[in-house]
């Protein structure tokens, strides 16, 4: 693999482990989803979508391999300019490495994510994924290829805004940008206390699903709040709907 001085062995064999960790993620939750043994533990039952598995399994095998390359030329590209050679930053510079990087990521993506819901950004891309009305994580990637690439522009970018970052801050900030996606599309909701984040995630992004027009963010939902699209502002606002 292409080795600089900032992109070590060690980083590539880090992306390389946190990328196949995440596909033992979208096979564990994907189990987790269909067995009947774990049915209490679904939003709704587990139903099948309006499209063939067939189709299903093409479209995200090209979004994933598409992403893949996308990073890999962001590395190649940029990465001795964003990145810093370290694993070893200190708590402060790390803490404020990834929050603020996925601050900044999630602000940016809300507002992507609720412009794709403009009824023609619907119909010529967004429409896709939401052909997903009951997801599990394997269909995290069930998409139009322009949504991950720009979601992916809106991530290199936050990167580069706090750059330069250290190695272990982008492990960690990949880790969780890889792992919400898949949590968010599981429609699992555990019962374990230590698993209440996980649940949380979840069902915001359940009811987006059911309802479009709500929990636009993909991590903090604080900004869902802020910006008046929530579940609760829009029971509020239509009474009447449910």
């Given at each position: 693999?292409?080795?600089?001085?900032?992109?070590?062995?060690?980083?590539?064999?880090?992306?390389?482990?946190?990328?196949?960790?995440?596909?033992?993620?979208?096979?564990?939750?994907?189990?987790?989803?269909?067995?009947?043994?774990?049915?209490?533990?679904?939003?709704?039952?587990?139903?099948?979508?309006?499209?063939?598995?067939?189709?299903?399994?093409?479209?995200?095998?090209?979004?994933?391999?598409?992403?893949?390359?996308?990073?890999?030329?962001?590395?190649?590209?940029?990465?001795?300019?964003?990145?810093?050679?370290?694993?070893?930053?200190?708590?402060?510079?790390?803490?404020?490495?990834?929050?603020?990087?996925?601050?900044?990521?999630?602000?940016?993506?809300?507002?992507?994510?609720?412009?794709?819901?403009?009824?023609?950004m619907m119909r010529y891309m967004h429409g896709t994924h939401h052909w997903v009305r009951n997801p599990t994580a394997s269909q995290s990637t069930y998409l139009n290829p322009l949504?991950?690439?720009?979601?992916?522009?809106?991530?290199?970018?936050?990167?580069?805004?706090?750059?330069?970052?250290?190695?272990?801050?982008?492990?960690?900030?990949?880790?969780?940008?890889?792992?919400?996606?898949?949590?968010?599309?599981?429609?699992?909701?555990?019962?374990?206390?230590?698993?209440?984040?996980?649940?949380?995630?979840?069902?915001?992004?359940?009811?987006?699903?059911?309802?479009?027009?709500?929990?636009?963010?993909?991590?903090?939902?604080?900004?869902?709040?802020?910006?008046?699209?929530?579940?609760?502002?829009?029971?509020?606002?239509?009474?009447?709907?449910?």
């Amino acid at each position: 693999m292409f080795s600089t001085a900032t992109l070590t062995p060690a980083f590539w064999t880090v992306f390389w482990a946190l990328t196949a960790f995440a596909g033992v993620m979208v096979f564990s939750l994907e189990y987790l989803a269909q067995s009947p043994r774990f049915a209490q533990h679904r939003i709704r039952p587990y139903a099948r979508n309006r499209y063939s598995l067939g189709k299903q399994l093409i479209n995200t095998s090209l979004n994933q391999l598409m992403s893949l390359l996308w990073f890999i030329l962001f590395f190649v590209y940029f990465g001795d300019r964003v990145f810093a050679n370290t694993w070893q930053p200190g708590l402060a510079r790390t803490v404020g490495e990834v929050l603020g990087v996925l601050l900044v990521y999630d602000f940016v993506y809300y507002w992507f994510h609720r412009a794709a819901h403009h009824p023609k950004m619907m119909r010529y891309m967004h429409g896709t994924h939401h052909w997903v009305r009951n997801p599990t994580a394997s269909q995290s990637t069930y998409l139009n290829p322009l949504e991950p690439t720009c979601a992916l522009i809106i991530l290199f970018g936050s990167v580069w805004l706090f750059a330069p970052v250290s190695h272990l801050s982008f492990a960690i900030i990949y880790f969780i940008y890889s792992a919400t996606n898949l949590i968010v599309h599981s429609s699992l909701v555990p019962t374990h206390p230590a698993l209440r984040l996980f649940s949380f995630w979840a069902r915001k992004h359940d009811a987006h699903h059911q309802l479009f027009r709500v929990n636009f963010a993909n991590i903090f939902p604080f900004w869902d709040a802020m910006f008046g699209t929530t579940e609760d502002l829009l029971k509020k606002a239509h009474p009447h709907q449910k």
